[in-house]
């Protein structure tokens, strides 16, 4: 306990210190005000356009993210102290955002009845479809390497729809619990955010976010590939790609990050005056997240 109060009042003395450069608060803030006039803009379109609410509830919830991220990110930028904190709404909506992704695709299906009475139809069409296979005049969706030396082929029908639906849920579980973990272990001062030691807590939640998200990505492919011609009016494969680059691309930039911190290979002139690895990743989210509300106009 002496360790960690040690610990935290070390951490406190740099972040007071701290003084975020007038190059990153004038660039950072530029691209947050560009983010969030696209987005509040394809927000009211939406909303104007209000014709099919079990579908746009949904889309709206993906939007959000844009604002969402791109306001947490900037905050947890010029106030590093509040990061974790910050980092646990910030998560949390992505995980949230995911499951409206999910969502969206079986309204646009006719809602829940509807998907699971379509994959019960598909299951017994005996028809052949990319990842997909014919067994007993039952259709299967067939893993890839190397998953299909860990899984059984899964049978298309109600148990499939209740897979994917456990993917997606799961991932909102984990990331809430793992969000938590992370202030819990940092007021003891042993989360070391973006440090890989066996003795920081963001080592393992790292690795169980990884897992996570990785299976809940894994089912939304496998259920993609099932409904895609179902869905071909809407155009799902730019849609899907649009959303697992937001998702999947941000997590990963914030591992890269943290990785290439530890081995020292962040020695350039902007990641030494930001100081913080935490205040990389949000830099560089307050950038990228303007384009993210383009690519959002696919939806």
């Known amino acids: 306990m002496a360790m960690a109060m040690e610990l935290a009042d070390k951490l406190l003395l740099v972040l007071r210190s701290y003084s975020l ?19 509040i803009y394809l927000l009211l379109n939406h909303l104007s356009a209000y014709k099919n609410p079990e579908e746009q509830k949904f889309l709206v919830g993906v939007v959000l993210m844009v604002p969402i991220y791109a306001i ?8 590093p102290t509040i990061g974790v904190d910050i980092e646990i709404l910030r998560d949390g909506y992505e995980a949230f955002a995911m499951y409206c992704f999910g969502r969206y695709l079986v309204a646009c299906l006719g ?9 019960k139809k598909e299951g017994s069409s005996g028809s052949d479809a990319p990842l997909l296979g014919n067994a007993s005049e039952e259709r299967h969706v ?3 390497f190397p998953m299909n030396y860990m899984l059984n082929p899964w049978p298309v029908g109600e148990w499939f729809y209740l897979v994917v639906k456990f993917g997606l849920v799961q991932y909102m579980i984990i990331k809430t619990i ?5 202030v819990i272990l940092e007021s003891f001062g042993v989360y070391c955010e973006g440090e890989f030691k066996w003795n920081c807590g963001y080592s393992y939640t790292a690795m169980a976010l990884n897992f996570s998200q990785s299976w809940a990505l894994y089912c939304l492919v496998q259920f993609y ?15 899907f790609l649009t959303f697992k680059s937001i998702v999947f691309l941000t997590w990963w930039q914030g591992v890269a990050i943290a990785l290439l911190s530890s081995w020292g ?7 030494q005056e930001l100081q913080f690895k935490s205040s990389i990743q949000d830099f560089i989210i307050c950038i990228e997240f303007w384009e993210t509300t383009l690519q959002l106009t696919a939806l």
């Open 21 to 39: 450069p007038v190059w990153a608060t004038i660039i950072s803030g530029l691209f947050v005000a560009v983010s969030l006039s696209l987005s």
């Open 72 to 79: 947490e990110s900037y905050i947890s930028l010029v106030n």
């Open 111 to 119: 809602g829940e009845d509807r998907t699971i009475e379509f994959l």
């Open 142 to 144: 067939n893993h890839p």
């Open 178 to 182: 793992c969000a938590l973990l992370a």
């Open 225 to 239: 590939a099932v409904i895609k011609d179902e869905l071909a009016h809407i155009k799902p494969l730019a849609k």
């Open 265 to 271: 290979l962040l020695r350039g002139p902007i990641a």
